[in-house]
């Protein structure tokens, strides 16, 4: 099993940045894929970045030159740089992880319990 820790979440200003982190512990084999979703009042839990094992990357549109996701393989963690933040990216924010058990196994998804981002003035 994995368990996933989050943190960095806040209240800031428009225009402020926030750093979000994810540490994934537990028994597992490998992790592949990390990503982080948010979740708006009323709305869709949405994907907001992801990063492969090889680090391949990939944004949602509405946040692109703003936001940048990381990992670092020896911690089991990924980050969120999120910079020039915008009230409309207001919303619960989620880690995400896929892992396996080993080669033989199928890949797993662990959710994390969330990080509140409040953009607000």
């Known amino acids: 099993q994995v368990q996933l820790v989050e943190s960095g979440g806040s209240l800031v200003q428009p225009g402020g940045s926030l750093r979000l982190s994810c540490a994934a512990s537990?028994?597992?084999?490998?992790?592949?894929?990390m990503a982080w979703y948010r979740q708006a009042p009323g709305k869709q839990r949405e994907l907001v970045a992801s990063?492969?094992?090889?680090?391949?990357?990939n944004y949602a549109d509405s946040v692109k030159g703003r936001f940048t996701i990381s990992r670092d393989n020896a911690k089991n963690s990924v980050y969120l740089q999120m910079n020039s933040l915008k009230p409309e990216d207001t919303a619960v924010y989620y880690c995400?992880?896929?892992?396996?058990?080993?080669?033989?196994?199928?890949?797993?998804?662990?959710w994390g319990q969330g990080t509140q981002v409040t953009v607000s003035p």
């Open positions: 537990g028994s597992f084999f490998s992790i592949n894929t």
């Open positions: 995400n992880v896929e892992w396996r058990r080993g080669l033989a196994f199928n890949y797993f998804h662990t």
């Open positions: 990063i492969t094992s090889g680090s391949s990357t």
